[in-house]
């Protein structure tokens, strides 16, 4: 069983950068893709990205790519979101996932689900 819990979410001005992190216990997270989802308010779910079970492979959503970069560390069994010039549109509750199938932007092919932290990003 994969727990993951982030941390790392807060208020942030326009423009600033927050690190996301999401800690994974057990040991199969060395073997899982890992990815960024996001939900705003009133809005379903999306991805944000994605990072392959070494690392050596990323993807993001369009509306992400050059501000954020995602990350793991798999010593420490964490995943990291890296976010810079964020941007209001940016808010939403951040949650981490874990996949067995590797590099994907499909939510349906996530099967564990850290509880989500808040970023908020003012104007």
């Known amino acids: 069983q994969v727990q993951l819990v982030e941390s790392g979410g807060g208020l942030v001005q326009a423009g600033g950068s927050l690190r996301l992190s999401c800690a994974a216990s057990?040991?199969?997270?060395?073997?899982?893709?890992m990815g960024w989802f996001r939900q705003a308010p009133g809005k379903e779910r999306e991805f944000v990205a994605t990072v392959s079970w070494n690392g050596g492979r990323t993807n993001y959503a369009e509306s992400v790519k050059g501000r954020f970069t995602i990350s793991r560390d798999k010593a420490e069994n964490t995943v990291y979101l890296q976010m810079n010039a964020l941007k209001p549109e940016d808010t939403a509750v951040y949650y981490c996932?874990?996949?067995?199938?590797?590099?994907?932007?499909?939510?349906?092919?996530?099967?564990?689900w850290g509880q989500g932290t808040q970023v908020t990003v003012s104007s």
């Open positions: 996932a874990a996949t067995p199938t590797g590099l994907e932007v499909d939510i349906r092919e996530y099967i564990h």
């Open positions: 057990g040991r199969i997270f060395s073997f899982y893709g």
